[in-house]
C-alpha cells in the first residue's frame, strides 16, 4: 500500500505526461508538420483564436467559489470545512481506520448552486489523521477509499444534529457566498476523445494566453484540472464513466496538501446523483 502511494505521489516508474501539460516536440527532427487542422507549428506564429474557435465547441463555464471565513456552526449552507449539516439518519463519518471523525472538506446546497439547483445537500469527508496515516493506510488518492465518505442526503429539519466531533483540531469554515463564472476547457489529453486534434506545439501557444486550458483551484463543474492522467472514476452499478462535480485544489480553501500540491475531484454519476466518488492525484 505504501508503494502504491508513493507511485501516486511521484509517479510511475517510466515517464509520463502531466495531462495538463502537453509534451515538447523535437523541433530539429520534425520542423515543418502541421496538424490535421491545418494550424501551423513551428514556422509560422500561432492565432491563439484560432485555437480557441476549434475548442468553442468543448467549452464549459465552472464556478469559482466566493467564500468568507464565519463560525463554525452545523448550518446547512454551502461551506468549505468547519461543521456538517447533520441528521439522526446522516451522523458525522467516523474513519473506520482510525476511529475519529473525519473531517468537513465540503458541503454544497444544491439550492445555493447557480445552476442545476436541486434539493438536499452533497457532503464531502476525509480523514486527516496521521496517527496512524488514515491517507497511505486506506489508499485516499483511490476513488471510493474507506476513509472518504461522499454523500447525498435532504434536509429534514432545519435544525441540525449537534455533534462534539472527536478531532484535535475543525478546519475553519468557509461560507461559499457566491459563485464567479469562468470559461473552462478539458485538459490536452481528454482533446483526442473529444474529437478535436490540435498539435502539440500548437496548443502551448495558449499557455501564454492562459486562455483555452482547464481551471486549476477550486471549483464547481467545468472540466478537471488533470495534474497526471486523465482519472475519471465509473458508476460502480451501470459502469458509465461519471463527471466533476466539484475540484478541490490543494491549499485553497482548506488547509490541507493532496501530496504534493495535487488536485482533488469529487465526481458524480450521470445515472445516479447518489453515486459520489473522490480522489486525487499530485505532481
Request: with cysteine; net charge negative; hydrophobic share 35%.
Amino acid at each position: 500500500m505504501i508503494m502504491k502511494f508513493l507511485r501516486k505521489i511521484f509517479g510511475p516508474n517510466k515517464a509520463t505526461t502531466p495531462a495538463a501539460v502537453p509534451p515538447a516536440r523535437d523541433a530539429e527532427a520534425d520542423p515543418d508538420i502541421t496538424s490535421s487542422t491545418g494550424l501551423p507549428t513551428e514556422n509560422a506564429e500561432v492565432d491563439p483564436e484560432q485555437l480557441l474557435a476549434l475548442l468553442e465547441p468543448v467549452k464549459r463555464t465552472a464556478y469559482i467559489p466566493v467564500t468568507e471565513e464565519v463560525e463554525r456552526t452545523h448550518s446547512a449552507h454551502s461551506k468549505m470545512g468547519g461543521y456538517p449539516y447533520l441528521s439522526l439518519e446522516h451522523s458525522w463519518p467516523v474513519c473506520p481506520n482510525c476511529g475519529q471523525h473525519m473531517q468537513l472538506f465540503l458541503q454544497l446546497n444544491l439550492q445555493d448552486l447557480p445552476e442545476r439547483k436541486e434539493d438536499g445537500l452533497v457532503q464531502l469527508f476525509y480523514c486527516t489523521n496521521d496517527e496512524p496515516c488514515c491517507e497511505i493506510d486506506c489508499g485516499a488518492y483511490d476513488h471510493f477509499a474507506k476513509s472518504v465518505v461522499c454523500r447525498r442526503l435532504a434536509i429534514g429539519s432545519k435544525q441540525s444534529v449537534i455533534v462534539n466531533p472527536l478531532l484535535s483540531e475543525v478546519f475553519p469554515e468557509k461560507k461559499i457566498v457566491g459563485w464567479s463564472p469562468v470559461d473552462d476547457y478539458p485538459s490536452y489529453d481528454e482533446l483526442e476523445e473529444l474529437g478535436i486534434d490540435i498539435d502539440i506545439d500548437a496548443y502551448e501557444v495558449l499557455y501564454d494566453t492562459e486562455k483555452g486550458l482547464p481551471v486549476s483551484g477550486d471549483k464547481l463543474f467545468g472540466w478537471p484540472y488533470w495534474v497526471q492522467n486523465v482519472e475519471y472514476p465509473y458508476d460502480r452499478e451501470t459502469g458509465s464513466r461519471m463527471e466533476l462535480l466539484f475540484q478541490i485544489d490543494s491549499e485553497v480553501n482548506l488547509p490541507y496538501m493532496f501530496g504534493d500540491v495535487g488536485v482533488g475531484h469529487l465526481t458524480v454519476s450521470k445515472d445516479d446523483p447518489n453515486e459520489l466518488a473522490f480522489g486525487w492525484a499530485c505532481h
